[in-house]
């Protein structure tokens, strides 16, 4: 159990495998499989679980360990979408109001000289670190919600800079909002920040009170007596406690019964622990003595701070020290997932997506090159294809039907890797609940659809005059509008195996299997009749089956330069 009050940062520390990541987890709703029992309450509120998903990530944000962020915009660019996200355009009379928010946020994080400089990515330098985690703070807080949540914020980060960070989160936990971190070995001048520690072990807690008071409850306070060297860092000598690195010093006659404790904790939590660390004591006699991390865990129940943390949890405590505490609706809240509704997502995010890929116009570029490329060698090899009744007339055509569908199928493999970076980006706003999956998927294929209509275009274009396909207006339309078509449902497939893949790796791999599924069964390595009763079902799969035979008909069918085009539509 544990409270936390406006104003204060609880800071969930433990070794390697405590359970930190897993109760912070659960404390913000991100965690919902396996076996969780307990309650959490919001201002004396028990929050059921089957409003909290909605309700707690309204009132609270969740900054990641990783800073998900586009390199390609600035800092401003970065709070000023996550604001028009997160926050009512009404509310905020327009633009305008939301410009002040961002400037006062800048402000707040100290990022006001930076706010016009790209973030940067890999390859791409940007701004520092610690400039890249306040904006990662920045962009979850944009609401001003009441309780903050952050996993590692210091990961990767230097000492210096690391304190620098965490200044930023002691300003805002003192402007009356409750902060609750997992940190890993901080520094004293970090440490010192904190207000209350919640030291964890085994998934037990061995220690929950004030931070300042931590070395001496296991100094001098706790039974069981763990030495510490004045002015060395308190945070490293608390996770040495809880790991069992530091071996206590106690007389064996001092040594208490661990009966009671244990009793204490399977009271608490009916849990034990069966895993002894044995130390040997350091100082006058004793002999060996045995501590576990469910025997701390049972001196700890004992305590007075137990009994205060109980009395807190048995007095609903009602926070009215901030605006926004007062004008929480928990109603509103719990029937509405979204502040902005699908279609008013839709334009921001297309408006950030294209920002994004005008920065980008690199890739823009290669796509628009890489279309002219192929159509151009196809064409060469292909050139002024003829008429008649020669058997390679005929041939050459279906080739070049082929060999254009597999160039439009294949171009989209080049995307999984960006749409697995931006997965990363989607499962975090989605998570805080920022964005919705339909107007995400909107978004990006408004965003995409003309551009990919451009490329095939283009491609079709010089591909049909170069090879002197069938003559017409309206044949080459057509020609056109299969491919796109075809670009479309590869667009889509990129997409799918992206997102159900654990990695770029498997990925790649994966989809040119499904592409060569696609192929195989199409008819023109076996044509659709001759395929064994077996497989035929496959040719019904394949979607390539219904473009090749489309372009086909399309060159061939009452083509009079092609007098045995119908011998080929039927063997087709």
Partial sequence: SGCTKPGEICALMGSSGAGKTTLLDILAYRKTIGDIHGTIAINGRVIATTEAKQLLKQVTAYVM???????????????????????????????????QRVDDL????????????KVGSEGDRGISGGQKKRVSIGVEIIHFPEIIFLDEPTTGLDSAISFEVMSTVRLLADQQRTVICTIHQPSPATYALFNTLLLLSEGQVLYFGPAAEAV?????????????????NPAEYVIAVASGAIAPTMAEEEQPEPEQAQSALDEETGAHSSHRRTKTPRGGGGGVVVVTAAELAGFYLTTTYAERLQDDLQSP??????????????EDIARTSHVNTVWSQVPILMSRMFLVKRREYH?????LVKSIVISVFYGTIFYHLPTGTDPNVYLNRISIVFFSLISVLMSHQADIPDILEQRLLFNRERASQTISVTSYWLAKFLLDAPFNAV????????LY?????????????????????????????????????????????????LMFFALAFEGFIIYVPEFPVWSHWATYVS??????????????????????????????
């Fill in 543 to 572: 979607y390539l089956r219904y473009a090749y035979q489309a372009l086909i008909l399309n060159e061939f069918d009452g083509n009079t330069e092609l007098p045995f085009a119908s011998l080929y539509i039927d063997e087709l």
């Fill in 216 to 232: 001496r409850y296991f100094a001098e306070t706790c039974p069981y007596r763990f030495p510490y060297l004045t002015g060395s």
């Fill in 106 to 117: 800048l402000t707040m994080l100290g990022l006001t000289h930076v706010q016009h400089s």
């Fill in 317 to 330: 405590m009602v926070t009215t020290t901030t605006a926004t505490a007062a004008a929480v609706n928990w």
């Fill in 65 to 99: 360990q990783e800073n998900v962020l586009i390199g390609a915009l600035t800092v401003r660019e970065h709070l000023y979408y996550a604001a028009r996200l997160r926050l009512s355009y009404a509310e905020f009379h327009g633009d305008e109001g939301i410009q």
């Fill in 455 to 462: 490329f095939v275009l283009l491609y079709s274009g010089i």
């Fill in 465 to 513: 005059a170069l090879c002197s396909l069938r003559t017409g207006f309206r044949h080459f339309w057509f020609f056109y509008y299969i491919l796109w078509v075809t670009d479309l449902v590869a667009y889509f497939a990129a997409q799918f195996v992206a997102n159900i893949s654990p990695s770029s790796e498997v990925a790649m791999s994966l989809f040119p299997v």
């Fill in 363 to 367: 890739q823009l570029a290669l796509s």
